[in-house]
C-alpha cells in the first residue's frame, strides 16, 4: 500500500460500517484465541484446537437441518455443543481407553469433520433455496460479520479475562504440573474443564470469520510467537492476545486493499509471519542470536587457545614479554593473521615485524583463564 | 517410635488389569526417614502416587495420623520425580518455590509479600537464593532437583513424600539434599522416599520398606536391610556387605 493508501484506510477504518466492524471483530478474535493459544500450546495440546473446530462442524449442520435459520447465533450454538461433545470425547478415550491424546485428537477430528461433510453435502442436495452458504463455515467469510457477533465476541473475551486473571494462580499451576497441583488439595478437573471451555468458545467465535480448516492457527500462531521473546507466562498471554490482534487487523487491512483475497487465510498467514519473524529474530531464543553467540562463541575460544600456547611459551621465560618469533607459532595450527591482530587490539600482545611478545596485561588474562576453567570444572 | 503418621490399609493399584501394587499394609511411624526399594516396575512411585490420590487405588484406604488423607493435606508435601514436568515452562525459580503455598492459600487468593518471603527463605536453605530469578530451563539437572525440594520445604508439612530426589543429580547435590533431610528428621517430620542406590541405604535412611508389587517388609533398616530381604525383593541372589 502507498502512504496515501494507508491514511485513507485508517479514515475508512472509522468511517466504513463494515470496515469497522471486520476490523473489531478480527482483532478481538486473535487477541482471545492467543491468550487461550497459550495455554494450549503450554499444555502441550497443540492439537485440540484443530479437533475441537473440526468437531464443531456437524453442529452447525444439524442447528441448521433442525432449525432452518441460518442466522449466525443459531448455528455457532450447534458448534458450540458439537464442539464440546468431541472435546469431552476425546477427554474420554484418553481417559478410559489407552490410546494416547494425538491417536484420540485425530479419531475425533476426522470422524467428526467427516460427518460434518457428509451433512453439507446431504443439505446442498436439498431442493431448499435457503441453503447455500454453509460452506462459508470450511474457510470463514469475514465480511459475514456484523455488529452484534462483534458484541458477543467482546463479552466473551472480557468473560474469558476476568476468569483468567480470577484463576491465574490455578491455571499457572495446573501448566507446569498437574499432579502436584492435585496433591495441594486443588480440584485439577475444574481448572482443566474451565480451560478447554474456554478454548472451545474461542474457537466457535472464530468460525464465522476464519473458519473450521484454519481455525487452530488462530490459538497456536500467536501463542508459538510470543513464547520466542519472553520467559514469563503473564507476558507469553499479553503478547500472543497482542499478535494475534494485529494479525486480525493487518489481515483485515491486506484482504480489504485486494479485492478478492478471503479475510481468514490472509490472518493466519500474517500470524505465521510473526511465527517466522520470532524464530528467526527472538533474541533469546531465534535462530539467528543463536548462531551468531555460536560463532562468536568459537572465534573467543580460538583467540583464548592461541593466547594460552603463548603463555606456556612466555612462561618459561623470566621476561614475560620477551619477543618470539611468530613462526614457533606454527606448532600451533589455531592462529591466523587476524587473530593475532585481534589479540594486538585487545593489548594482549604486541607484534614487531615477525615477532611477538606477550605483555603484562595478556599474561594475567591467559593465566586468569586457566583459573576460571578449573572453577568452572570443579 | 511413637504415632503412626502414614497408615495404609489394603492398597490395591492396577493399570489394565494387571496388579502394580497388590495388597499393600503399611505402617510408617513419626519422625522416621525412610526409604523406599525395590526393582524397576515394583510400583515405588505407584505407591506414592496413590498414597496422595494422584492415582486412583481399585480397593484400600490411606490415614494420615488417623485421618483421611483429604482432611489432613496441609501435613503432607510431595516433591515429584524432576523429569515429571516440562522444564522450557516461561517461569522462574522463584515463582515455582512461591507455587508451594498456593495450597495454603487456596482458591483465586494470589501469594504476597509472606509467600514469597518464605519462598525465599526455603531457596536458601537448598542453597538456591542466587538463582531465584533464573528461568527453569536455565537451571541444571541438580538445581532443579533443589528447587522442587524448596517448593516442598514452602509447605512447612510434617510429611514428605519424595519420588527419587537423587535421580541424575551429582555428588555435591545429593549430599546436600540428604542433609536437608535429615535436618527434617531432627523437626520431628516424617521423610519417605522413593530411592534406588541400595549401598547408601544404611548411610542415609533408618527405615526402609521393600517393595516388589507386594510389601515384602518393612522397619528400622539395622534389622531387616539384609540378604534375605533383598533376595525376596529383587528375586537375585543379592549380596550386600552392611557396614556393623
Redesign the interface.
Known sequence: MEFMDITEYIQLVFTDYTLRTITLGTAILGAVTGMLGSFAVLRKQSLLGDAISHAALPGIAIAFLITGAKDSNTLLLGALVSGLIGTFWIRGIVTKTHLKSDTALGLILSLFFGFGMLLLTFIQKQPNANQAGLDKYLFGQAATLVESDVWIMAIVTGVCLLVMLLFWKEFKILLFDEDYTKTLGFNTKFIDILITTFIVLAIVLGLQTVGVVLMSAMLLAPAAAARQWTNSLGVMVFLAAIFGALSGVFGTAISASQNNLSTGPVIVLVASVFVVVSFIFSPSRGILFKHIRFVQNRNDLQLHKTLAFMYHIAETHEDISHPHTIKILNNFRGYTRSSLKKLEDKGYIIIKGNMWSLTDHGFETASNLYNQQHRTDE | MSKIAVKVDDLTVAY?YKPVLWDIDLEIPEGVLMAIVGPNGAGKSTLI?SI???LKPIAGSVSIYGKPYDKQ?PL???V?QKG???WD????ALD?VM?GT??S?G??K??GQKEKKAALEALEKVGMLAFKGR?I?QLSGGQQQRIFLA?ALVQNASIYFMDEPFQGVDASTEIAIINILKSLRKAGKTVIVVHHDLQTVPEYFDWVTFLNVKKIATGPVRDIFNDDNLTKTYGINYKVSIQE
Open positions: 489394565n502416587k496422595l490420590g494422584i493435606r503432607v508435601a510431595y515429584p515429571s514436568v516440562d515452562f516461561p517461569t522462574t515455582v507455587m498456593y495450597g492459600l482458591w483465586i494470589r501469594p528461568q530451563s517448593r
